[in-house]
């Protein structure tokens, strides 16, 4: 799939930040999905796997610098877990706009939380309701999956509801902890 995405961006001269998606079936067939030409959300998971700083590399080639390090000069090292951490009921989904009375954010070593809220911040309704994003990173998917467990606990955030429960749950859930999930995991496990 990387060395498509690679030929792909090569064919059609493309030279900046961007995510190719594609979904894999049960045969490991997989299929083109879309092209997004920009920074993700999730663009944390890649900056830790592969140790480096997307935002600062995307904002160096638009200024009309070349990139300084090649695709072959990519490395990819260990296992990275993101939770977005959103204002909603954990198992209604419904926004929970309001003030932030207790905030607790987890750190350490391997831990990275992207956020903008501080003890006293009202959410407001009017906007998606993320409002951070946990990352970590360790050797092996295992350790990766516990350091979560670990920073979902440590993590508070009191006077609005939060999906940090429901993350707990599916970082507990066997098939998860298992790697057997798909697209139609989320429909089983609700």
Partial sequence: MG???VKACEEVGYSNAGTIEYLLDENDNFYFMEMNTRIQVEHPVTEMVTI???VAAQIRIAAG????YTQDEVIFV???IECRINAEDPVTFTPSPGRINTLNL???PGVRVDTAIYDGYY???YYDSLIAKLVVHSRTRDRAIARMRRSLEAMVVEGIKTTIPLHLKILNDPDFISGNFSTRFMDRFL
């Fill in 106 to 108: 987890p750190s350490g």
């Fill in 65 to 68: 610098e070349k990139l300084n």
């Fill in 52 to 54: 480096s700083d997307l």
């Fill in 123 to 125: 959410v407001p309704p």
């Fill in 78 to 80: 260990g296992h990275a």
């Fill in 3 to 5: 060395r498509i995405a």
